[in-house]
């Protein structure tokens, strides 16, 4: 009996992933050099009308987290003034994002902390891996602009570092 096809596994395996997650869309790229890329999406019908899937979170409702020196800024930019921002840190991932390593743990960063590139900001669960997001450079922490255990879209804004 032929084995199967390995890259037929692979849309197999993507396609159970997708129906489990309730996705729209899910992708995988595999890189072995300039002649044996692979690059896989798989897309659920009519996914978008019957799931909406959620919209990035307002600046004004999850931009200031708890930090005791906070204060809300009426001025604040709206968040697509932030995505060009300099120090925007974005989601590299689809997922749900996690403020801290556990549910009684303290979460990785607060707004004013002082942090170091590669530092631990967040954690994004996806395909039911846990993937660790660092710190692209120093700096403060400015904002954070999503909550715990929420959906992020690839691109998505977590955090403003200046």
């Known amino acids: 009996m032929p084995e199967k096809n390995p890259d037929l596994r692979i849309v197999q395996t993507l396609a159970e992933i997708l129906k489990e997650q309730n996705l729209g869309e899910i992708e995988y790229t595999r890189r072995n050099g300039k002649l044996d890329d692979l690059r896989i999406r798989v897309s659920a019908p009519n996914q978008a009308s019957s799931v909406p899937l959620p919209s990035p979170p307002s600046i004004e409702a999850t931009s200031i987290s708890n930090h005791p020196n906070s204060t809300v800024d009426e001025e604040a930019p709206r968040s697509h003034d932030l995505a060009n921002h300099p120090g925007a840190v974005t989601a590299p991932m689809v ?3 996690y403020l801290q390593s556990e ?5 990785f960063i607060e707004v004013g902390q002082t942090v170091a590139q590669g530092d631990s900001l967040f954690i994004i669960e996806a395909m039911k891996t846990m993937n660790h997001i660092p710190s692209p450079h120093s700096g403060t922490v400015r904002r954070i602009l999503v909550e715990n255990s929420s959906i992020v879209e690839f691109g998505s804004l977590l955090a403003i570092i200046d």
Request: overall charge negative; charged content about 10%.
């Open 103 to 107: 549910p009684d743990a303290p979460p």
């Open 95 to 97: 997922g749900t994002v």
